[in-house]
């Protein structure tokens, strides 16, 4: 009961100074997903979520061996689905994870390394509120074994070889040159460069 309550107590401290951080970010910069949010925010967060995952969910196994066979089919999902916001590398910098609020993080670092395969599995599987997170779950347990798949590549990600990398951008989802040219202009935007105005559009008559 004790330990119950100081749960709660501790809790209660992060939502509340989560909540403050987020009232003193928007009456600095409004709602503009355009900074990256401050490091005690981003500190707060991660706590905070970690206490809302159950700990009956950090605590499961990976049911799935940890095999070549394994580690490649997670690698070929990944990089069809969540290519676009993760990045091949699993570091977050594409034209949409830059972008997010908060950012998509650097899977290959320390902060989502050390999570637990069961936790990695309920936010691939539930998502996380207030983030680009999207959760992939249903109802049938049938179909686990792809996000504990996908547990597993995580683990690699720190020692994804260069070959791998080229494998998986032949499995990536295709992208329209009118979105690589906008991509480089922002790039170039956020630069400072100048970007040469687009060229008028052809009528097709």
């Known amino acids: 009961m004790k330990r119950a309550a100081t749960m709660g107590f501790v809790l209660c ?9 987020a009232v003193t970010s928007f009456l600095l910069q409004g709602i503009s997903a355009r900074k990256a949010p401050a490091r005690v925010e981003v500190r707060m967060a991660r706590a905070a979520r970690h206490l809302l995952i159950p700990r009956r969910a950090q605590a499961l196994q990976n049911p799935v061996p940890a095999d070549s066979e394994t ?3 997670g690698r070929a999902h990944f990089a069809d689905h969540c290519f676009p916001c993760h990045g091949n590398d699993g570091k977050g910098d594409t034209l949409y994870g830059r972008r997010m609020f908060p950012r998509a993080p650097d899977m290959s ?4 390394q050390s999570l637990s395969d069961g936790e990695l599995f309920w936010i691939i599987e539930n998502g996380v509120r ?11 347990p049938a179909n686990d074994s792809e996000s504990w798949e996908l547990v597993h590549f995580i683990r690699s990600l720190p020692r994804l070889k260069p070959e791998e990398l080229a494998e998986m951008e032949r499995l990536n989802p295709s992208v329209s040159r ?4 906008k991509e480089r202009e922002e790039e170039q935007f956020l630069a400072g460069e100048d970007v040469p105005p687009a060229p008028p559009a052809q009528s097709g008559h």
């Open 71 to 73: 580690v490649a089919s």
């Open 178 to 181: 009118v979105d690589v040219e």
């Open 130 to 140: 207030l983030t680009g997170m999207p959760g992939f779950g249903d109802d049938d």
């Open 109 to 112: 670092a320390a902060a989502t």
């Open 13 to 21: 401290a992060i939502v509340g100074g989560l909540a403050i951080a």
